[in-house]
């Protein structure tokens, strides 16, 4: 979606609200698609001082197997975004990704939210901050409690047991 920005590029202290949906059910992460429903943003496009700040709220529905326990899981994903609207970039190579270049005089959401959502989504998938995962041998789920695997000794150490032994 391109927004018009064109009645506020000129006239500091000028809004433009907005409020839209973009489908990234055919991105891919780590071979699933996490976003099955489209997106969903809200916010407003400001002109501070000649700047102009686009700041909104992304909302969508994570949908994922977890990194860690191989569980499926749906989850709510919040994001904040804040970006600056530039109506040319200085130079070839952007150090900001939160630098975006105006198209004439329209904003394009759909890449400014994407970049936002691919940048701000986690490398690991996990259906919950603190998921233990499985036990490395027995592959039991260490969420339900802990397994019954002896942990593996360091050969290193081997000699040391021995004089316990004794």
Do not use: H, Y
Request: hydrophobic share 35%; proline share 7%; glycine share 8%.
């Amino acid at each position: 979606m391109l927004l018009g920005l064109s009645q506020i590029i000129d006239c500091p202290g000028g809004v433009v609200p907005f409020e839209t949906t973009l489908d990234l059910s055919d991105m891919v992460v780590g071979g699933s698609r996490p976003f099955p429903s489209p997106i969903e943003a809200r916010g407003q496009v400001r002109n501070t001082a000649g700047v102009l700040l686009l700041t909104a709220e992304i909302r969508a529905v994570l949908d994922g197997v977890c990194d860690r326990c191989c569980k499926s899981f749906r989850r709510d994903f919040t994001l904040p975004l804040e970006a600056v609207l530039v109506t040319k970039l200085e130079s070839d190579t952007l150090d900001d990704p939160w630098t975006f270049e105006l198209v004439g005089d329209e904003a394009d959401l759909d890449d400014i939210l994407t970049t936002a959502v691919v940048l701000n989504l986690d490398s690991q998938l996990l259906c919950k901050p603190d998921c233990k995962g499985l036990c490395a041998r027995c592959g039991k789920d260490l969420n339900e409690g802990p397994c019954s695997c002896q942990p593996e000794r360091d050969p290193r150490l081997q000699v040391l047991e021995k004089l316990l032994n004794k």
